[in-house]
């Protein structure tokens, strides 16, 4: 411990030089070679992504005020606060009770059929999207991922039954993950897109109205699909008894406690309603709103983790009125960091340490969530030690 004042005494030195750096950033020499950033869409291509947000600006946010109403998607809330406009045009609002952040208007296919009849070339794009989803790097990115998130699940269920339902299962690629792993796969979806694509490969996917009403399952999962639903609890109200009793309810969520979510706000560019592509992040949930929902639904909440890091260039140039996140984005050009050497070299520095921390405060862009019904307390207490002995591990 005698080298932590010599240790506390080069940090000082370290952060004046970034200080000074950081206020001299225009003089020749002390940037770094200008870095690009790249907006998180890896299931479509920035050029359609960018013309769906021109088209949907000009004939289809009008739509969204000619919607129904509703109330906070977590407590069933009326009370609220305006936040702001996304930069796709959704009002956000602030519920007063819960604090869960969300779109008041019903966002649906009611409003995406209108605007496709509004604006034929919107759905091609969307024709597009789907094809994209299917291209052998993003797909095997999405398998990659899905195949990690079974190996987490199946050593907290028993050794019965493997009966699995994706809910929101886009274009199939958690069920062919499931498949070759042993289960029995269905998923659900609503786009009539996506459900003949997955149908094309074989694949068992429904619309909601056409689930087998009798059937339950031993996990259900709904990778990044609440915070698309217009009524989350009343789908989960559905879900919870068609889950074996000692089956799981896997989520992962975009986090309203993400520090770029609290900083950046509107300018985030996973904070959006949906530009024509069918509804997006209309809810964004934090851990008591999300434990206050599924408490609701009579399901009970086995542990969290947080999943990716923050995008440390991307917030210093926010931070610093160097770039305008989403907005630039979506005006389709090149976006750069414009930092200076020393500030690189301090958030590489940084940001594996916030990387780890960020996932202990549960702080991270999506939260991961297991959840189970069981009212059984010795289960309920092995599940979360299991889990949280897993997460350690």
Known sequence: MQNVPECAAEIGRQLARLSRSLANAGVDGERAPRGSLQPPFG????????????????????????????SCPACGGTEHRLLFNSFDDYPYVDCLACGTWYIPYVVDEVLFDAYYAKCPEAYEIVERFTAQRLEAVRAETDRVRMDAYFAE???????????????????????????????????????????????????????????????????VSLWETLEHLNDPFGVLSAIAPRLDEDGLLAIT????????????????AWINGGAGFGTVHIN???????????????????GWDGQYGCNTFELASYMLGRHRGAWDYARGGKVEHNLSNDAVAFLNWVSPAWAVLSRQLLMTPILKVMVSKSSDENRLAKLRSDYAAAQRQ
């Not at 969520?253 to 985030?268: G, H, K, T």
């Not at 206050?292 to 009970?300: D, E």
Request: with cysteine; aromatic share 4%.
């Open 43 to 70: 299931n479509s291509n920035v050029s359609d992504w960018v013309r769906s947000i021109q088209l949907w600006r000009e004939h289809g946010s009008i739509l969204i005020r000619e919607q129904a109403s509703r």
């Open 153 to 219: 699940v199946e050593p907290l269920l028993g050794s019965g039954a493997r009966n699995y339902l994706d809910v929101g299962c886009g274009v199939g690629h958690s069920l062919e993950v499931a498949a070759e792993r042993g289960w029995t796969a269905c998923g659900v979806d609503t786009s009539p897109s996506i459900i003949q694509a997955a149908r094309q490969r074989g694949l068992n996917v429904v619309h909601p109205n056409e689930i087998e009403r009798d059937r339950s399952f031993s996990l």
């Open 253 to 268: 969520i975009p986090s309203l406690q993400a520090l770029e979510a609290r900083v950046m706000r509107q300018d985030v």
């Open 284 to 302: 964004l949930f934090q851990p008591s709103s999300i434990e206050h929902l599924l408490g609701r639904a009579g399901l009970q909440v086995i």
